[in-house]
């Protein structure tokens, strides 16, 4: 184990429903997101003094415009945190809420807070592109061969891994469709119902008849993206959208989605003189870099690195949060590190979940929080892969 | 009034204060010939008459430059005289742009390339709705160095001027994407979306009325104080940043095998050309920096194999090659 002086223990966590690119949450701005699951997150430890939080460290991939300026600090005071919380913004792109929780855990692990929250926020549908609000490359990538996989987009990276790896398209649609499968089947089974802290949208519009401004509220309460008539079939009918001859298509890859995530972590003390319950203990933490033109494997090389570092053999690992970034991707990592299909996203990924990027990460510990809740997991995980081409793994230990 | 082997100025009884301009070449294409019958019409538009309309008789209105007129300087690998007539055609679409009468683009059917670019630095253009134009030169390994990219750069900064951050790359992307997919629009509608007609350019529904309309725009841009637009002094450009955004497009596609290498060459041509080339993004330019980086950068494609090769395909078999 690593030299931390006490451990760090998540006390609770939540997440909102994702929501579809331009659908259920299209209008709910990102630090709004954000403040819903700081609220919900608090309110599951009763009687914590808020003041006592350290700091508030935020994911999130593209913290721009909307979820610019700092989101993390205006999320908090949206949430009625006191004005003597801080909060930071951090980006590791897709594991940015993973990474908020290992920064936020480090810090209890040293000594140096008592209480923090990690989370993570991102609406996808507020980003005019992929890349953000402004694209902007910097023209140094096209200098130096090794370089140029900067450049490559996702899904370009998703068709070399599935080249490399040789996962065909028969063996990806198939992986997409048993994602919708058992996202389906989990929301049919209540298992979300947990961790998700329903979300009431109030949308602000026209009523021309009496010239006002009429606020209609919905209740959004499950996960947007799971098809449960996603079939074969179907997805075998979809065109290659990265390249020509590809495999990867917009049904074999993660949804764009709307989310935010949060988890409360504790010392020892705290857990003590709040009379608080634990759900996990924080294990450890690790990311590695791989090459960005097969980026989607970075998992291969985080997974050994923190099973390693916490000494935890991979078998131990009863429930693992892979990020389906793309089926080809998931599939790579699970073949080469023989992961057991059946501890990897027990109740669905990102294919039929949703990837709210920075987000999604939180979002996932959560599920993985819900789990060890059920009493089905000890050892939980969250990874996944980074573009630019990075790998992150986190490790939690029911309690 | 005048006529030469290439082109002939006329004007109808009834409206003798406006000169119509027509082309006598194959497919009204734009050759050497060509080139000087327009700048010697509008010199005359500017002494004698109010303004100059630009019209055929029948579609095309231009189907571009005479590729075959370029071919024996470049079978003799003449590049610096093949400069020498790009740097003709662009005078020509400058003097077209600043003439001191306005000039009207009266289109119909197609206007392709050199084309294109006479529409673009027209005062004003009416098209027929039935118009198809676009800048085709990267289906012969080439870029539009008659001006269009320049024409483009401009209307990007003109665009991004009047925005809050000033950002051209936006403006660019999507021309950008029409440029070096040679993309031509299905109609005067869709020519105004791809940004090859202005908001101030008509569309006529009726092929018949166009020369009728396109006088009389012409004549009421001269009674209404015509003065062609001061040269711009300061033309903020995307540069090298911009360059590498659209060369990151490039790489995915070529990557992702829906380019050839020739393709990613020449749509870089076109990415330099639409930034003003390696400059600092942001930097400010003039026309005629804009004008030298297409210039070069169409000659420096000139000078490569494969544009070669899809220049005779065309010469030989009227049908663009895919190398």
């Not at chain 1, 509220?217 to 990265?242: M, Q, W």
């Not at chain 2, 071919?71 to 007539?85: M, N």
């Amino acid at each position: 184990m690593s030299n931390q002086i006490q451990d760090a223990y998540i006390v609770a966590a939540t997440r909102t429903p994702v929501g579809k690119v331009r659908g259920a949450l299209k209008n709910v701005r990102p630090d709004d997101m954000l403040a819903h699951v700081i609220k919900n997150v608090m309110a599951r430890a009763p009687g914590l003094d808020p003041q006592l939080i350290g700091d508030v460290v935020v994911g999130c991939a593209m913290p721009e415009a909307e979820q610019g300026m700092n989101v993390a600090r205006i999320g908090l005071l949206l949430a009625g945190l006191p004005n003597s919380v801080p909060g930071m913004t951090i980006n590791r792109f897709c594991a940015s809420g993973v990474q908020a929780v290992a920064l936020a855990a480090d810090r209890i692990r040293l000594g140096e807070a008592d209480v923090m929250i990690a989370a993570g926020t991102e609406t996808m549908s507020m980003m005019p592109t992929m890349m953000g609000n402004k694209v902007s490359l910097n023209p140094a990538v096209f200098e130096r061969d090794e370089n140029v996989g900067i450049a490559y987009g996702m899904g370009l990276t998703a068709e070399k891994v599935a080249a490399q790896w040789q996962v065909s398209r028969e063996d990806q649609d198939a992986f997409a469709v048993a994602s919708h499968r058992k996202a389906t089947a989990a929301i049919a089974a209540g298992k979300f119902k947990a961790e998700i802290s329903h979300c009431t949208v109030r949308d602000h519009v026209p009523d021309f008849k009496s010239g006002a401004v009429k606020i209609v509220e919905r209740v959004i309460e499950n996960d947007e993206g799971p098809r449960p008539d996603s079939s074969n079939e179907g997805l075998a009918k979809l065109k290659p959208v990265f390249a020509a001859k590809g495999s990867v298509t917009a049904g074999n890859a993660s949804q764009m989605s709307d989310g935010a995530g949060a988890v409360l972590l504790v010392s020892e003390k705290i857990l003590k003189q709040f009379n608080l319950k634990p759900i996990a203990r924080f294990r450890g933490f690790a990311v590695a870099g791989v090459p960005p033109e097969i980026m989607g494997i970075g998992p291969i090389e985080a997974i050994p690195r923190v099973l390693k570092q916490a000494g935890v053999k991979q078998a131990d690992v009863d429930w693992i949060e892979l990020n389906e970034a793309f089926a080809a991707q998931a599939l790579a990592v699970m073949r080469t590190l023989e992961l057991d299909p059946q501890k990897v996203n027990p109740l669905g990924g990102a294919i039929a979940l949703g990837h709210p990027l920075g987000a999604t990460a939180a979002i996932r510990t959560a599920t993985v929080m819900a789990a060890m809740q059920r009493g089905e997991a000890k050892f939980g995980m969250v990874t996944m892969c980074i573009g630019t081409g990075m790998g992150a793994a986190g490790l939690f230990e029911a309690v | 009034m005048f006529e030469s082997d290439a082109v002939r100025m006329w004007i109808a009884p009834n409206d003798a204060d406006i000169a119509v301009l027509s082309f006598k070449s194959k497919a009204n294409t734009l050759g050497p010939d060509v080139l000087e019958g327009i700048i010697e019409a509008v010199a005359r538009a500017e002494r004698d008459y109010k303004g100059l309309v630009i019209w055929q008789a029948k579609p095309p209105f231009s189907a571009g430059a005479n590729l075959a007129a370029l071919a024996p300087a470049l079978q003799a690998k003449d590049f610096a005289g093949l400069e020498k007539a790009v740097a003709r055609f662009q005078q020509m679409s400058q003097t077209l742009k600043y003439a001191q009468v306005p000039v009207v683009a009266a289109v119909s059917g197609m206007a392709l390339g050199g084309g294109c670019e006479v529409v673009m630095h027209s005062s004003r253009a009416v098209a027929a709705l039935e118009s198809y134009i676009g800048l085709v030169e990267a289906g012969v390994g080439l870029i539009p160095a008659g001006g269009g990219c320049k024409e483009f750069a401009l209307r990007a900064a003109e665009a991004a001027a009047r925005t809050a951050g000033g950002d051209v790359f936006p403006f660019l992307q999507p021309v950008f994407q029409t440029v070096a997919m040679a993309n031509v629009s299905k109609s005067a509608l869709e020519a105004r979306e791809l940004g090859f007609l202005r908001e101030s350019d008509a569309v006529v529904f009726h092929a018949g009325e166009l020369l009728h309309v396109a006088r009389q725009t012409a004549r009421a841009l001269a009674e209404s104080g015509w003065r062609p637009k001061l040269p711009p002094r300061a033309i903020k450009v995307a540069g090298r940043n911009g360059i590498a955004s659209l060369e990151m497009m490039l790489v995915n596609m070529k990557e992702g095998g829906m380019i050839s290498a020739h393709d990613y060459r020449v749509a870089k041509g076109a990415a330099s050309a639409l930034c003003g080339g390696e400059v600092e993004t942001g930097t400010p330019v003039n026309e005629d920096w804009l004008l030298a980086v297409e210039r070069h950068e169409f000659v420096e494609l000139l000078k490569t194999e494969k544009t070669q090769s899809r220049i005779a395909h065309m010469l030989e078999t009227g049908k663009p090659l895919r190398n």
